[in-house]
């Protein structure tokens, strides 16, 4: 699969549309950057909702510093990004859905990550245009979504995403799942107004009402 450009994307004008976060969405990204920074000779302590905050030298009882927490991000998506478990169901679910909303992955993700996040699509089956985007997402939905009269849904796990979406684009539905476990009890949520989800055995059917 190839990433491709906002203006390039292939909407179809009449159609329903599904805007998908990935990480923690549709892959598994803690547990694998998790198993990326062991090799390192950090360990992950999840006790906030946090990616850097999580981080410890062993022994220690401070978190590592943002630079260093930073390094091993961008690193990770040079040598460790094709090393994530998909979310179970999400592929199949997204495969069902596609046969009636087209289907668009929005990403946030390092510009260095355009090779290792396609590859890691691809191999799991989620061959969807994707767009490798930084920031609040809300500006780039609305503008995804002025182009179908059909109804629109977005799924993330982060809800300033959401939130932006909902101000930017208040006629998409949006949907949010955290599929780390682990993860679950810090994550701010706001269920009244995203539908929240544990997994795609609930997500998938909820987006086949929203997009009907």
């Given at each position: 699969?190839?990433?491709?450009?906002?203006?390039?994307?292939?909407?179809?004008?009449?159609?329903?549309?599904?805007?998908?976060?990935?990480?923690?969405?549709?892959?598994?990204?803690?547990?694998?950057?998790?198993r990326?920074?062991?090799?390192?000779?950090?360990?992950?302590?999840?006790?906030?909702?946090?990616?850097?905050?999580?981080?410890?030298?062993?022994?220690?009882?401070?978190?590592?510093?943002?630079?260093?927490?930073?390094?091993l991000?961008?690193?990770?998506?040079?040598?460790?990004?094709?090393?994530?478990?998909?979310?179970?169901?999400?592929?199949?679910?997204?495969?069902?859905?596609?046969?009636?909303a087209?289907?668009?992955?929005?990403?946030?993700?390092?510009?260095?990550?355009?090779?290792?996040?396609?590859?890691?699509?691809?191999?799991?089956?989620?061959?969807?245009?994707?767009?490798?985007?930084?920031g609040?997402?809300?500006?780039?939905?609305?503008?995804?979504?002025?182009?179908?009269?059909?109804?629109?849904?977005?799924?993330?796990?982060?809800?300033?995403?959401l939130?932006s979406?909902?101000?930017?684009?208040?006629?998409?539905?949006?949907?949010?799942?955290?599929?780390?476990?682990?993860?679950?009890?810090?994550?701010?949520?706001?269920?009244?107004k995203?539908?929240?989800?544990?997994?795609?055995?609930?997500?998938?059917?909820?987006?086949?009402?929203?997009?009907?």
């Amino acid at each position: 699969m190839q990433p491709v450009a906002l203006e390039d994307l292939d909407i179809r004008p009449t159609a329903p549309l599904l805007i998908v976060d990935v990480d923690e969405v549709l892959a598994h990204f803690m547990a694998g950057f998790e198993r990326y920074v062991g090799r390192h000779g950090y360990e992950m302590r999840i006790d906030r909702f946090a990616l850097f905050q999580n981080l410890y030298r062993p022994g220690e009882a401070e978190h590592i510093d943002f630079e260093t927490g930073k390094t091993l991000f961008d690193d990770f998506f040079f040598h460790g990004a094709d090393d994530l478990d998909p979310v179970e169901g999400a592929a199949e679910a997204l495969a069902t859905l596609s046969q009636q909303a087209g289907v668009v992955i929005l990403t946030n993700a390092p510009a260095h990550a355009l090779e290792s996040r396609t590859g890691w699509l691809s191999k799991h089956g989620f061959d969807y245009p994707m767009i490798l985007h930084s920031g609040l997402k809300g500006p780039t939905i609305a503008g995804m979504a002025a182009r179908t009269s059909g109804p629109a849904a977005f799924i993330d796990d982060l809800l300033p995403n959401l939130d932006s979406s909902a101000q930017s684009a208040p006629a998409v539905a949006t949907f949010q799942i955290i599929a780390d476990q682990r993860l679950r009890p810090y994550a701010p949520t706001i269920p009244d107004k995203h539908d929240l989800h544990e997994d795609w055995a609930t997500l998938g059917p909820a987006l086949a009402a929203a997009i009907s």
